[in-house]
T-cell receptor
Framework: GNSVTQMEGPVTLSEEAFLTINCTYT??????LFWYVQYPGEGLQLLLK?????DKGSNKGFEATYRKETTSFHLEKGSVQVSDSAVYFC???????????FGAGTTVTVRA | DTAVSQTPKYLVTQMGNDKSIKCEQN?????MYWYKQDSKKFLKIMFS???????INETVPNRFSPKSPDKAHLNLHINSLELGDSAVYFC?????????????FGSGTQLSVL
């Protein structure tokens, strides 16, 4: 089946620090990969996605590259802000799967 | 206007009670979902409906019964609530089946069973 493993948190950073959250996956079939973000008290929102190998998804200064050879989709941001404090979820779906499978979520706290 | 709205936001109840959570989406999407998020933030799908028809039921106890009166609504009824049902429940929708399309989530219902 499909599964996602992501870096355990919590992660605490200072403003302007570099952020990396590791995500690896196993999938039956060719997956599409996603990062979702959950701000405090809210539902999840799509942050970025990539649908084929070597694609790079990007949004709000965040980037992730679909690496088929290492089955990874690590999330990076070069300079985080306090407003980036949230829970980040890596997710995937495959054709005919009819659902997203999520990783366990990584809580990120950015301090001023 | 809120795209995916669910009510109530908080629900506190006793073990053994029956409760419902309502969800509505005004995006014109064909597919709706219920996800359960536990205290460690782990998110697991429970149900998925496409045009009022059940397409996913992920080994959820039959105390949980989703009902979709039309494709804009997917309500969740829970019978004989147990302590382990305490969690945050999220409703979501997407244009098509599969989740490859962007999912839009509601803001969650925090259920506490005492």
């Amino acid at each position: 089946g499909n599964s996602v493993t992501q870096m355990e948190g919590p992660v605490t950073l200072s403003e302007e620090a570099f952020l990396t959250i590791n995500c690896t996956y196993t999938a039956t079939g060719y997956p599409s990969l996603f990062w979702y973000v959950q701000y405090p008290g809210e539902g999840l929102q799509l942050l970025l996605k990539a649908t084929k190998a070597d694609d790079k998804g990007s949004n709000k200064g965040f980037e992730a590259t679909y690496r088929k050879e290492t089955t990874s989709f690590h999330l990076e941001k070069g300079s985080v802000q306090v407003s980036d404090s949230a829970v980040y979820f890596c997710a995937l779906t495959t054709p005919n799967d009819y659902k997203l499978s999520f990783g366990a979520g990584t809580t990120v706290t950015v301090r001023a | 206007d809120t795209a995916v709205s669910q009510t109530p936001k908080y629900l506190v109840t006793q073990m053994g009670n029956d409760k419902s959570i309502k969800c509505e989406q005004n995006l014109g999407h064909d597919t709706m979902y219920w996800y359960k998020q536990d205290s460690k933030k782990f998110l697991k799908i429970m149900f998925s409906y496409n045009n009022k028809e059940l397409i996913i039921n992920e080994t959820v106890p039959n105390r949980f019964s989703p009902k979709s009166p039309d494709k804009a609504h997917l309500n969740l009824h829970i019978n004989s609530l147990e302590l382990g049902d305490s969690a945050v429940y999220f409703c979501a929708s997407s244009q098509d089946v599969g989740g490859a399309e962007k999912l839009f989530f509601g803001s969650g219902t925090q259920l506490s069973v005492l």
